[in-house]
């Protein structure tokens, strides 16, 4: 799985799909102007896949979808598939790259934008925002104090509680769509969940195009919901803090040190705790999910402000590896060849790091002198150069010397934005905390004011990471005090500068005249073809013997009914779900019986309602189980229901072949 870099966290099953939701904007005056926004159910951009989305898109649409104007953006949920990243670390977790992830990331993606094509239609924009409390909390409080006082003075939290929605509505003003934007991790479901889901951000969309089409499935709605990521750096969704779970220790239940979130003077122990931990980790993901679809439906039903102007794009390239520019007070400055600090390895208090690694410490003494010696066998050691440049962040892994057997980081980061007459988003390729996203807004507002091309009702938002994976960037006041953040800002001390710098001096491009473009560097090199992969693929799928795939094995109750809040569980001979992924399809389904003889599904494995499992019996003899369970949700229709399992088996000598498992029905009063 992608998100908490464990390599125990190994998919066994699905909560709800992974989507992709594209919109497309273009001006009514001028349709070669015209933006993408794809804001993807997945942990990230990424470089190899985006370059393949893009290939594709402008195949089908020569001229009208290009490498400008597509911007790739993930919602950084953490209970995702992995593997489909072009980069060696973030790799290493998942035995590699997985070709099955990617594809499907890529094909689903260039569908959902074929869709958006394909209902293009005359319409207007408007936006509005509103504040969403109790969804999420800074988790890196004593970083954040490090910037200026007088700064923080002007900002009633430490991290923004503002969602911004773009509303879209068709000719007639019927709503067809929202794209918001609002910062909190995708780490409501913890690093013990082995369930493919979309966490927080997922769970929002969810709620809701159900709540505007009740009776349509997932992933078939006209109306389209986008929750996107904003300066999502510092923030979590456990908003009820970090705390030790040690049981039998004197700290156990207590809150975690402040400064190094450690208990007893390690991380292992200290997790963040979600307004739902005491219920499930799954409560807690439809809290904070629901706390954003409630924020959404009430800009959607005040006041919003129109949207004017023309639709425009500028993307470019920037090498942040040794990227020297000039910062407002003249001095010349420079990024650095991409680094990971220790803290990098002390994790956070969504998913705490391993070993003796913690959070917060810039000293040059290593906190364990073994590991000077061990890193330069994972990566080159840094040169004195290096230390400098990166200075105060004691280097651990130094990736963007590492080139074997590919490369470990980007050295070459898209920097990209869309304009929508005076609302305009800057596609970033990392994670902003709280502090640098609002120090790269108001710049790049003010350089569009200031420029004439915007008045004062101009308007910006961050959306990422997005396109390529560029890790972290931290204020450098916080990249001092060296917390996960700061040390997992990859270019150095003055990356956000650089990105101010960068973002502010491309304004000029997102006028109305004839479209120009900017200068670039080289784009990342591609990685896909060097890919290495140690997941092995399916060999074959038995049944036990006596038994055929689909068979029932636990039955659900036939003896009486069920009511509203119990479980609905049936148990299957299985087989591996790697043999089809069932693209826009279902490995389960809920019936309900109409009619004698007939059947309608009332839902399927993208309902939060329902679960699917896979359990592997014997590798050597290709054995497996699938549970299928469905807990009935308030408003269930009495009646005659049944559950069914939709599988496919790869024998040892012939084709993959499709089955069905039905369970016994049974009734719910």
Known sequence: MMGYASLAQT???????????????????????RVVFINSDIAMGDSGVRRAIVSQLTSKYPGVYTNENIAFVGTHQHSGVGGYLENLLPQITSLGYVKQTADAIISGTVLSVQKAHTSLAPGKLSFGNTTVLDANINRSPTAYLANPAAERARYQYDQDKDMTLLRFDDANG??????????????????????????????????????????????????IAG??????????????GAFCESPGKPYDGQACETDHSTCGGTVQDCHGRGPGFRISDFESNRIVGEKQFQGAQKIMSGSLTAVH??????????????????????????????????????????????LDFIQGDNSTTPQNPFWEIVK????????????????????????????????????SVDIQMLRVGNFVMLIVPGELTTMAGRRLREAVRAKLVSSGLLGEDAYVVIAGPANV????????????????????????????????????????FLGGGAATTPASDPAPPEQTSKAISLQTGVVFDAAPIG??????????????????????IAAYVGANPRNNLRLQQTFLSVDQQISSGQWKTVKTDSHPSTIYRWARLSTVLGTSNVTVSWTIEQGTPAGTYRISYYGDYKPLIGSITSFTGTSSTFTVA
């Not at 159900?210 to 006209?222: D, H, I, Q």
């Not at 520019?325 to 390895?345: D, E, H, Q, R, W």
């Not at 204020?475 to 800002?489: D, I, L, N, P």
Request: proline share 6%.
């Open 174 to 223: 019927k709503a067809r769509g929202l794209l918001s934007f609002f910062a909190v991790h995708g780490t409501s479901l913890y690093e013990n969940n082995t369930l493919v889901s979309t966490d927080n951000k997922g769970m929002a969309a969810y709620l809701y195009e159900a709540s505007v089409e009740p009776n349509a499935m997932p992933g078939n709605t006209s109306f």
């Open 227 to 240: 929750f996107s990521q904003a300066n999502v750096g510092d923030t979590s969704p456990n908003t009820l």
């Open 11 to 33: 998919d066994t099953g699905l909560h709800m799909r992974q989507y992709s939701r594209a919109f497309i904007i273009a001006d009514a005056a001028a349709t070669g102007n």
């Open 469 to 508: 994976y560029g890790h972290y960037v931290t204020t450098r006041e916080e990249y001092g005090v060296q917390r996960y953040e700061g040390a997992s800002t990859l270019f150095g001390p003055y990356t956000l500068e650089a990105y101010i710098d960068k973002y502010t001096s491309l304004v000029s």
């Open 376 to 411: 330069g066998a994972v990566t080159p050691l840094p040169s004195a150069e290096q230390k400098a440049c990166q200075y105060p962040k004691p280097i651990l892994l130094n990736t963007g010397y590492a080139h074997v057997p590919y490369e470990w980081a980007p050295n």
């Open 309 to 354: 102007g023309t639709v425009n794009s500028v993307h470019t390239y920037i090498t942040m590896a040794n990227h020297s520019f000039i910062l407002p007070n003249g001095t010349k400055v420079s990024t650095c060849p991409a680094a990971m600090g220790y803290a990098f390895a002390g994790g956070t208090t969504d998913g705490p790091g391993a």
């Open 547 to 568: 038994k055929k795939f689909g068979d029932v094995i636990q039955d659900v109750k036939t003896t009486g009914p069920y009511h509203v809040g119990e479980t609905v």
